[in-house]
């Protein structure tokens, strides 16, 4: 029988915590608490529970009694950080995060340097004598509450962004703080009020458009809802020796031995996955940061062991200091999935009968799907082979589109600067997705390879035209209705349908299958 939360939060040291599991702390929730009991670098934090989330659902406000707990579980991340929430002179930032009990890459919201004021973000401007730092992390906070938090439009936002043109991120700042004022007719809370708004908005976000999408795509149990992280800010916006990475153990795409990810310095975690910015590769890392790589690696090992699986891992580093953000199984492409499963019966984690579990039926068919032949065509962009296959589709540069001409009975091909969250609805009537921007850790590629379609990133500038009717790639104008080929194994995208032929005899693939057919003879 599963265990029953006793209460409503839980720190992630408390003895009870252990035996919960994802169904209570969500895999988030559950992920800090076994990394904090193997011993890795992990910022303090603590869990609100689903339970809570599925109560705050169903009565439209926080249960009788968390605001409490709230209050007790801030004052232990005060002790264990040494400084103060809502401080004016050194203040303590968190970050609110969600947690479903099964992996829901991007779809819900997250809220950064949670607890940060007017007055604070001038004291830590001193603290550390670097103004873009503290002004910036306002910034952030201002930008997604304001969406997040209390739900204006992305629109309203940049407008006001843009009329703010060049000025610097103070006076950026003090437009998103009179915006959020003016729009929602409530003032900027407090650090206490922050967080309970914050915590309410994750809350929300699991009945967001984009998450009941994803999960009536995945077949996903909308009643199990979230439970909610709430964690020390840990910062990777603190200069060179500093950064953000999104790490898989071992390559999503193939399933080859060697962790495959990005990374960006001087930058947050959001940064990485909103495929915005050229991200480094972990390689980049080992070579400005040896210890630090070093240290990673043996994470990894431990991580992989442990779940005896691929894990998909986010870190911080904050001046030389590394720091493990998350843990969960990797989302991979059908034919790492097989790759995988071999993989781990060979090294003696797994047993034959648990690898054949670990392949549904529609990654094995996309493992065994047709591959391009060696004509590339008319090549219009090269870029990053983020999710393996061969896709052939019309073109659509935004997401509605793509699913109208879905519903007209079309294959497409969504070709955009990068893709969001909102955008899930287009990624879904779509056979292949190409962007102009982001790694293999964005959120075009985590996304496509977990529902089997072919993409390519990072395949250039991409400008779509107003009415999006079509769009520049790398140079090249592209209209919609076009067919395009997307080649997800080489990052090529190009004009016409290329010839497909079946893919080569893969001794990997006909080892897994022999275990299929003795399993069902």
Same mark, same amino acid.
């Given at each position: 029988?599963p265990?029953i ?7 992630l040291?408390?003895d009870d915590? =252990?035996g ?5 702390l969500?895999g988030? *929730?559950?992920g800090?608490?076994r ?10 934090a603590?869990v @609100?529970t689903?339970a809570?989330g599925?109560d705050y ?5 926080l249960?009788d &009694?968390?605001a409490?707990?709230?209050d007790e ?5 005060e002790? /264990?950080?040494g ?6 002179d050194s203040?303590?930032l968190v970050s609110?995060r969600s947690?479903?009990?099964v ?9 950064l ?5 007017w007055e ?7 603290e550390?004598?670097?103004? =873009?730092?503290a002004w910036?992390c306002l910034e952030?906070l201002l930008?997604q509450f304001a969406r997040? #938090? ?9 407008e006001a ?9 103070r006076?950026?700042?003090?437009v998103?703080?009179e915006l @959020?004022?003016r729009e %929602?007719g409530?003032?900027f809370?407090d650090?206490?009020g922050?967080?309970?708004?914050a915590?309410?908005?994750?809350f929300?976000?699991?009945m967001?458009?984009? /998450?009941? =999408? ?5 077949? @996903?149990d909308e009643a199990?809802g ?7 800010m840990v910062?990777?916006?603190? &200069?060179e020796?500093s950064g !953000? ?8 795409s193939t ?6 990810g990005?990374?960006l310095f001087d930058a ?10 050229d ?18 690696r043996?994470?990894f090992?431990?991580?992989e062991?442990?779940a005896r699986d691929?894990?998909?891992?986010e ?5 030389g200091?590394?720091? @493990?953000?998350q843990?969960r199984v &990797?989302?991979? %492409?059908?034919?790492?999935? #097989?790759?995988?499963?071999v993989?781990?019966v060979?090294?003696g984690l ?6 054949l579990?670990?392949v549904?039926?529609e ?5 065994m799907a047709?591959?391009f ?5 008319d090549? #219009?962009a090269?870029?990053?082979a983020a999710?393996?296959g =061969? ?6 540069f935004q997401?509605e589109?793509?699913q109208?001409?879905?519903?007209e &009975?079309r294959e497409?091909?969504?070709?955009r600067?990068?893709?969001a969250p ?8 779509s056979?292949g997705?190409?962007t102009?921007?982001g *790694?293999?850790? !964005?959120h075009?590629a985590?996304?496509?390879r ?7 990133c ?6 779509v035209a107003a009415?999006g009717?079509?769009a520049t790639v /790398?140079?090249v104008?592209l209209?919609?209705?076009e067919?395009v080929?997307?080649?997800g194994?080489? *990052?090529?995208? %190009?004009?016409?349908?290329? %010839?497909?032929v ?5 001794p ?7 275990w ?6």
């Amino acid at each position: 029988m599963p265990h029953i939360a006793a209460r409503m939060t839980y720190a992630l040291l408390d003895d009870d915590a =252990a035996g919960l599991g994802r169904e209570v702390l969500g895999g988030k *929730g559950a992920g800090l608490v076994r990394m904090r009991e193997l011993g890795l670098p992990v910022p303090a934090a603590f869990v @609100i529970t689903t339970a809570c989330g599925r109560d705050y659902l169903r009565e439209q406000r926080l249960p009788d &009694g968390l605001a409490r707990e709230l209050d007790e579980r801030i004052a232990a991340l005060e002790r /264990a950080g040494g400084r103060r929430f809502g401080d004016d002179d050194s203040p303590l930032l968190v970050s609110v995060r969600s947690g479903a009990p099964v992996s829901m890459p991007g779809m819900m919201d997250t809220i950064l340097n949670v607890g940060l004021t007017w007055e604070g973000a001038e004291a830590l401007a001193g603290e550390t004598g670097d103004a =873009a730092f503290a002004w910036g992390c306002l910034e952030r906070l201002l930008e997604q509450f304001a969406r997040t #938090v209390r739900g204006l439009s992305a629109g309203v936002v940049e407008e006001a962004l843009m009329d703010a043109g060049g000025a610097g991120t103070r006076e950026r700042s003090r437009v998103l703080l009179e915006l @959020i004022e003016r729009e %929602s007719g409530r003032p900027f809370p407090d650090a206490a009020g922050q967080v309970r708004e914050a915590v309410e908005a994750v809350f929300r976000s699991w009945m967001s458009p984009r /998450a009941r =999408a994803y999960r009536r795509h995945k077949g @996903i149990d909308e009643a199990m809802g979230t439970a909610v992280v709430v964690q020390t800010m840990v910062f990777g916006n603190r &200069g060179e020796d500093s950064g !953000s990475g999104v790490a898989f153990t071992r390559d999503p795409s193939t399933g080859a031995q060697g962790a495959y990810g990005d990374f960006l310095f001087d930058a947050q975690g959001e940064d990485v996955v909103a495929g915005e910015r050229d991200t480094r590769p972990l390689a980049e890392l080992a070579e400005r940061l040896p210890a630090v790589a070093d240290e990673l690696r043996r994470v990894f090992d431990v991580l992989e062991r442990d779940a005896r699986d691929m894990c998909d891992v986010e870190f911080t580093v904050e001046q030389g200091r590394l720091w @493990i953000l998350q843990t969960r199984v &990797g989302q991979r %492409s059908g034919r790492a999935a #097989v790759r995988l499963a071999v993989a781990f019966v060979e090294e003696g984690l797994i047993s034959v009968e648990e690898a054949l579990g670990r392949v549904g039926d529609e990654q094995l068919e996309a493992a065994m799907a047709p591959v391009f032949d060696g004509d590339t065509g008319d090549v #219009v962009a090269r870029g990053l082979a983020a999710s393996p296959g =061969a896709a052939i589709g019309v073109a659509a540069f935004q997401a509605e589109r793509a699913q109208r001409l879905c519903d007209e &009975g079309r294959e497409v091909v969504l070709v955009r600067p990068t893709t969001a969250p909102a955008d899930l609805p287009g990624v879904i009537a779509s056979v292949g997705v190409v962007t102009g921007r982001g *790694g293999p850790t !964005s959120h075009a590629a985590v996304v496509a390879r977990g529902m089997g379609r072919p993409a390519v990133c990072g395949a250039g500038d991409v400008v779509v035209a107003a009415g999006g009717r079509s769009a520049t790639v /790398a140079g090249v104008v592209l209209h919609e209705g076009e067919t395009v080929s997307v080649d997800g194994d080489r *990052g090529l995208v %190009s004009r016409g349908a290329r %010839s497909r032929v079946p893919a080569e005899s893969d001794p990997v693939l006909a080892r897994f299958l022999a275990w299929r057919q003795a399993d069902a003879a």
